[in-house]
């Protein structure tokens, strides 16, 4: 009946949900009809007879297909419509497959070219798979099957979920399989699962199935909404995947397989230490409320040596920036390529831009000092290093910029978010009292997703010494802006201070690495960067969407094409995050096989 998926069941089932625009029930008759099979026998219940008049006779050059009715499915389970069908599966070897499935066309093959007679369909356990799992031994036989309410997180890594694809053999069926199921609905009803008749199979040893594991074929069960979304993602056209993938803007953990270079996040921090601290508090940090925001600009103000009053933190760097953004008024300068949060926040008359003469984008301090020299702007905005260029100005000549900034009337922004990448990192911050309280027109943003490698916890922090603006920005925000997870690493953060220092270290040492890497394909011009990512122009065979949608289609990778970003249209250039040796590695094989 599908009631998760809301209005897209209200008046149809499940096998009828369009995704991209292909309705499931001809996804899987079209897959089945390019196999050898004597026939296809569809149970039906809910709005069953949607679905037969649905198909009606479109399918009769190919298929064979034959309908049973289920009259009480909203009373029974699916134990009840398989036994409906029992008689029909001692009369040849059977396929029962769940009609809620998107698959790869492969794994039909995968199950019906292996020679062993009973095999179940599975795949290593990942968060969003919900359902019955299996264990298995070395051999792959099941010699398990594990009930929702059987369930263990702590089990995990030793989970397969079953595809709930299944190949039985007549001889399996009528000697074993169905005077099971005629004995477990005797006893205990027909609001009953299927697999619970194969575990009770199983657990008494009376017959053996093997697990097949699919590796990395891709398939989606379809429950909710958010399934939907997900599967026509990973089903979606090659020349369509990139878009879909993109406009999710993060929340790739959903994707256990992609490989994501294109955010950027530190990938040797925070130690495992830390990790299992916060996991120890994690149920007083889940239910108790967090502080407001007078304690956690305290906090902040901790872990950067700031005093409270000049500090203010934010859920991610992002609502800050939508707040600083939208109370500055007059224009800004703005150095393009940048990240795009602030000037999407500011109107375009409002923006004075300017773009760096050279293909490496680079640009000093001098340099925005003669071109807003005779402009007529009340804000500047600094990325230092650049987003996406990797391009870093010195800090002391970033402080001689701010001067010029002071003398002229002029805030300066300056986003650091970035600064902990560059070989100078501990003596190139801004955030320092004596800075702040020297250069009121100074205001700093820093992104703790980044450097710390904690996205997840959506924190950031802004500073100056203008504390009627930082008063300001704490009254625009939400009292309870971070919560208490976030409020928690604040809290600890200072304790991990020597890890910290050893993860820039050794990301300063895999960048370097992964700069000579990259160098050496050959159609790859790399720019040196002072952050965790490397500008790449692509001088040869690709355009940067085509490079783009070939690691993402054929590697499950993905990058950044800069083609969309102002001032880098037509370029041809890409954007890499840096990851650690064993993703970079993969990344560069994969560009080298192309």
Not at 300 to 323: D, H, P
Not at 347 to 373: C, G, M, Q
Request: charged share 30%; with cysteine.
């Amino acid at each position: 009946m599908g009631r998760r998926l809301g209005e897209w069941t209200k008046d149809n089932t499940k096998c009828m949900l369009p995704v991209n625009g292909v309705r499931l029930i001809d996804r899987m008759l079209d897959q089945l009809s390019r196999l050898n099979l004597s026939r296809v026998i569809i149970v039906v219940g809910y709005k069953g007879q949607n679905v037969i008049d649905y198909i009606g006779d479109r399918y009769a050059d190919r298929l064979k297909i034959e309908y049973h009715n289920n009259p009480i499915y909203d009373k029974t389970n699916n134990i009840y419509s398989l036994s409906l069908v029992k008689d029909k599966m001692t009369e040849d070897d059977t396929l029962l497959i769940e009609s809620d499935l998107i698959v790869d066309p492969r794994m039909f093959d995968l199950i019906l070219s292996d020679p062993f007679p009973n095999l179940a369909l599975v795949a290593k356990y990942e968060t969003w798979m919900d359902g019955t799992m299996v264990r298995i031994d070395n051999d792959n036989n099941i010699v398990n099957f594990v009930p929702k309410e059987a369930f263990r997180y702590e089990d995990t890594p030793l989970y397969y979920k079953t595809v709930n694809i299944y190949k039985f053999s007549k001889e399996f069926s009528k000697n074993q399989y169905i005077p099971f199921l005629e004995a477990y609905v005797k006893a205990l009803g027909n609001n009953e699962y299927y697999e619970q008749v194969l575990r009770v199979i199983i657990l008494l040893k009376n017959a053996e199935m093997k697990a097949k594991p699919v590796g990395e074929l891709p398939w989606y069960e379809i429950d909710d909404v958010q399934d939907k979304d997900i599967a026509e993602t990973i089903f979606s056209k090659d020349e369509e995947k990139l878009a879909k993938y993109m406009k999710r803007y993060g929340g790739y953990w959903r994707f256990e397989h992609l490989l994501d270079f294109c955010y950027l996040v530190n990938p040797f921090y925070p130690p495992q230490k830390m990790r299992d601290e916060i996991q120890a508090n994690f149920d007083r940090l889940l239910t108790e409320y967090p502080s407001g925001m007078f304690v956690n600009s305290l906090l902040a103000g901790k872990t950067f040596n700031v005093k409270q009053e000049y500090i203010v933190v934010g859920n991610g760097a992002a609502e800050l920036i939508k707040s600083l953004m939208e109370g500055d008024e007059g224009k800004i300068g703005i150095v393009y390529p940048t990240f795009e949060e602030y000037p999407h926040r500011k109107r375009k008359e409002d923006i004075v831009a300017f773009f760096p003469d050279n293909r490496d984008l680079s640009y000093t301090a001098d340099d925005l000092k003669h071109f807003f020299n005779d402009k007529d702007i009340k804000t500047l905005l600094l990325i230092n290093p650049d987003n996406p260029s990797g391009n870093m100005i010195p800090a002391t000549e970033v402080l001689m910029l701010c001067a010029w900034c002071k003398e002229r009337g002029i805030t300066l922004i300056v986003d650091e978010s970035f600064v902990d990448f560059s070989e100078a990192w501990e003596t190139s911050s801004l955030l320092l009292n004596e800075i702040l309280e020297a250069y009121h027109n100074l205001v700093v943003m820093k992104s703790i997703s980044k450097s710390y490698g904690v996205p997840g916890l959506r924190l950031g922090v802004l500073a100056s010494g203008d504390t009627e603006l930082i008063s300001r920005i704490k009254k625009d925000v939400g009292i309870w802006n971070i919560n208490s997870f976030g409020e928690f690493y604040l809290q600890i953060s200072d304790k991990y201070f020597r890890d910290y220092k050893k993860a820039c270290a050794k990301f300063q040492e895999v960048r370097g690495e992964f700069f000579e890497e990259l160098s050496k394909v050959p159609f790859l011009r790399v720019i040196p960067s002072q952050a965790n990512y490397f500008l790449c122009e692509i001088t040869d065979r690709f355009t940067s969407r085509e490079l783009a949608e070939l690691l993402l289609t054929r590697h499950n990778i993905l990058i950044k094409d800069c083609d969309t970003k102002t001032g880098l249209e037509g370029r041809n250039m890409i954007r890499v995050a840096v990851r650690d040796r064993k993703d970079n590695h993969a990344l560069v094989e994969a560009l080298n096989s192309l």
